[in-house]
């Protein structure tokens, strides 16, 4: 069985950083497509990046292009989420999402003002 493994969320202040990760088990589990997607409370969940397995094509909502960073370890099946110059409307749990079917537990980012 599949599983995703997130962590790295927390309570920041605003204009701080947070990295979020996501391991694949078994490492062996063949990662095509891996992102990240955000739910605040309220709201629809919504794409925030995403990264191909290949050639590393990279995606970002216009929302944080500039400020986030995603990134793969391809021989440890992990992706992370680097998030700089955080605010508050990035408050949401975030969820690791492996091939558009897989999610994660989600992990709570909460930006205080």
């Known amino acids: 069985q599949v599983q995703l493994v997130e962590s790295g969320g927390g309570l920041v202040q605003t204009g701080g950083s947070l990295r979020l990760s996501c391991a694949v088990s078994?490492?062996?589990?063949?990662?095509?497509?891996m992102g990240w997607f955000r739910q605040a409370p309220g709201k629809e969940r919504e794409f925030v990046a995403s990264i191909t397995w290949n050639v590393g094509s990279t995606r970002y909502a216009d929302s944080v292009k500039g400020r986030f960073t995603i990134s793969r370890d391809n021989a440890k099946n992990t992706v992370s989420l680097q998030m700089n110059s955080l605010k508050p409307e990035d408050t949401a749990v975030y969820y690791c999402?492996?091939?558009?079917?897989?999610w994660g537990q989600g992990t709570q980012v909460t930006v205080s003002s």
């Open positions: 999402n492996v091939n558009t079917i897989l």
């Open positions: 078994p490492r062996t589990f063949s990662s095509v497509f």
